[in-house]
């Protein structure tokens, strides 16, 4: 839920970025009041809106009852592979029970009827969370998810390396590029890498800017560690 309003938050706030870029571009003061008229602010709030009223309705547009709905709207704007979450199939993103024979029957079905297939299933938790205790009530959510892709014959899950920040994963925090959480990420990584490994099933993270792998050299320096 943080992370939809903050993604919301950035795309209403992106007509604004590129206003600021083009006063810089073309060497205006942006802290000028004369470069923020009334009739700019008004277009740009405008603008932002109307970004946002776009993403709402796409995000509506994908949404639905089951996993049926929803993957047979993605091969209908002409997907024919996505990355699931198990909210699609109205359960929890990480279950903290096995996911039922019914759910997993009803995912593998939705994937056949559509032609959609699923390469990868979401089992993003914070890894790096400041409480060791809800890193373990992760991991072991973790373990839910890498059996469920298992049982589907989804040959990938996606993991977040995670922040120090207690209420976002996604959010950055100056502690994410201590050596304690690079420690911590890598301790957390070795015993999702076992879980994965035993259900022969591969784990990929995606370096974000607010995570402690940020980048290719961080990604490679995290498999080298």
Sequence with gaps: MIRAVLTEVGIFLIP?????????ATQKGVRESASWPARVVLRLVVSAFVLVIISLLLLAHFSG??????????????????????TCAGLPAMPDTPVGAADLAAIRDASASSGVALVALSGTYNMIHPDPAVRA?????????????????????TLCTGSRDANDMWHHHPDNATPEAWSDMI??????????????????????????VISADHALRMIRD
Excluded: M
């Design 16 to 24: 604004f970025a590129l206003y600021v870029l083009f006063l810089l």
């Design 65 to 86: 009852a089951g996993p049926a709905e929803v993957l047979a709207k993605a091969r209908a704007a002409g997907y024919e592979c996505a990355q699931f979450n198990l």
């Design 137 to 157: 009530d992760g991991l072991k959510r973790l373990g839910v998810v890498i059996e469920a892709a298992r049982a589907l014959s989804i040959p990938l899950v």
């Design 187 to 212: 301790t957390e990584l070795g015993k999702a890498v076992e879980l994965a490994d035993a259900a022969g099933v591969d784990l990929g993270i995606e370096p974000e800017q607010a995570n402690p």
